[in-house]
């Protein structure tokens, strides 16, 4: 018997192991895990508060998942408000040892999208030992065909291009740069101000100015969802300078990309960038 309901906190965070923690992350995860039929809601939290249709979402679901690090705060309150005995929970960061404050783009790392792909898989089976076999199957065929280019580009680039220094927009970029082995130069302050919306150091600027007018960066990676003038000035200089410029964003895109295509495109925009300054 499949799950009545699954809910999916914030915005699609369930299933696919992809959009994102915050718009679907993890949706895929549920579609490709998950059994057929199940019915995934999902509430779209960007710290403005839940709504009473938001509230029905969750007393209705048998499984929900939340980013936990930060990204939705809310989510605790709208659970707490909505109980259910038989309801399972999975929040992200106590599954990877994250609390508020730490970096909470978890679904650029690897390594976290392959906890969150058996926790998701394990939690499945214990709602419905029934078909424990079948969630099973569909995780072996999500991790190793599914994916497959997708860890693919992941190992290609560790081993070729390990410790490469790169240049980054904001702190998204750091889970990634971490799973690729590649060597963040720009400061971390410049990084988590860029994603929160706060104004980075004139010290922090100047800092990273330096390090892409004296070539000390290979690659120069940015957000496109969140391309503020310092951000832009930066991908001016970058490209003046002859260094490759790759893209992220921070949510699917398109919006209706699946996570391994939106993944597996950014990773090979990150490769190619990474060639064509190294001739590797």
């Known amino acids: 018997m499949a799950p009545e309901g699954l809910l999916v906190v914030p915005d699609g965070a369930a299933g696919e192991v992809g959009q994102r923690e915050g718009e679907g992350a993890l949706r895929g995860e549920r579609g490709e895990v998950g059994p057929p039929g199940d019915r995934a809601g999902s509430v779209a939290g960007d710290g403005v508060g839940a709504t009473a249709a938001d509230g029905r979402t969750v007393a209705g679901a048998?499984?929900?998942i939340t980013n936990g690090i930060g990204y939705d705060a809310w989510s605790d309150k709208l659970l707490a408000a909505n109980p259910a005995s038989s309801?399972?929970?999975?929040?992200?960061?106590?599954?990877?040892?994250?609390?508020?404050?730490?970096?909470?783009h978890q679904w650029y790392s690897a390594e976290s999208v392959?906890?969150?792909i058996d926790q998701i898989t394990a939690d499945y089976k214990k709602i419905d030992p029934a078909d424990a076999a079948y969630f099973d199957q569909q995780k072996t065929t999500f991790t190793t065909k599914t994916l497959a280019r997708y860890n693919q580009l992941e190992a290609d680039i560790k081993a070729r291009y390990a410790s490469t220094p790169i240049g980054a927009s904001e702190s998204i970029v750091t889970p990634l740069s971490e799973s690729l082995g590649l060597k963040m130069l720009t400061p971390e302050t410049?990084?988590?101000?860029?994603?929160?919306?706060?104004?980075p150091t004139a010290a922090d600027k100047a800092t990273i100015d330096q390090q892409i007018s004296g070539k000390q960066i290979k690659v120069y990676v940015y957000n496109s969802q969140n391309s503020t003038p310092d951000v832009a000035a930066q991908v001016d200089a970058a490209k003046k300078q002859g260094i490759p410029?790759?893209?992220?964003?921070?949510?699917?895109?398109?919006?209706?990309?699946?996570?391994?295509?939106?993944?597996?495109?950014q990773l090979q925009g990150i490769a190619d960038a990474l060639k064509a300054a190294t001739g590797k």
Request: glycine share 8%; no cysteine.
């Open 114 to 116: 392959t906890k969150v």
């Open 190 to 199: 410049f990084l988590d101000a860029m994603s929160e919306g706060t104004d």
């Open 87 to 104: 309801r399972t929970a999975l929040k992200v960061g106590d599954l990877l040892g994250k609390k508020e404050g730490d970096n909470p």
């Open 62 to 64: 048998d499984f929900a």
């Open 245 to 265: 410029v790759a893209t992220v964003t921070e949510t699917l895109a398109p919006a209706n990309a699946t996570f391994q295509d939106w993944q597996t495109q």
